[in-house]
């Protein structure tokens, strides 16, 4: 299976010039661990609640602070053919939740985490059982 297969389309992203308040109360959300800032389908990075907690420390002020201007531009990405067994090892040496699928530049799509365990763990077959778990 690969990350085509499985990517969840139109993410929720927010365009570089909106408000860093913005991403804040996306941040809010017990559920969101980060925000994509994209213009259009090109990604231009990604928001994170540090990166928030940060601007306050420094006194910048989150209404008047573009999302741009906090976004990291190093942000984990894979393709939609990379295998979703190779992607989701990505996921978990980085601690991700979900990741940026990308080609050529464009946003595809996000691949999350959850979903995708849960969907591969239905189509797993079940284990074959212990010979003294067989019945006679």
């Given at each position: 299976?690969?990350?085509?297969?499985?990517?969840?389309?139109?993410?929720?992203?927010?365009?570089?010039?909106?408000?860093?308040?913005?991403a804040a109360a996306l941040l809010a959300k017990p559920q969101v661990e980060s925000v994509l800032v994209a213009d259009g389908d090109r990604l231009h990075g990604c928001?994170?609640?540090?990166?928030?907690?940060?601007?306050?420390?420094?006194?910048?002020?989150?209404?008047?602070?573009?999302?741009?201007?906090?976004?990291?531009?190093d942000v984990a990405t894979v393709s939609p053919d990379t295998p979703l067994d190779e992607a989701l090892l990505l996921m978990a040496d980085r601690g991700l939740e979900?990741?940026?699928?990308?080609?050529?530049?464009?946003?595809?799509?996000?691949?999350?985490?959850?979903?995708?365990?849960?969907?591969l763990a239905e189509d797993e077959p079940p284990p074959e059982p212990?010979?003294?778990q067989q019945q006679v």
């Open positions: 299976m690969i990350v085509r297969e499985a990517l969840v389309a139109d993410p929720r992203v927010l365009q570089p010039e909106a408000p860093a308040q913005a928001v994170t609640k540090e990166a928030i907690v940060a601007a306050v420390a420094q006194g910048r002020d989150l209404r008047a602070l573009a999302v741009r201007d906090l976004a990291d531009p979900r990741l940026p699928v990308v080609e050529d530049g464009r946003l595809l799509g996000v691949l999350p985490r959850e979903p995708v365990l849960r969907r212990d010979e003294d």
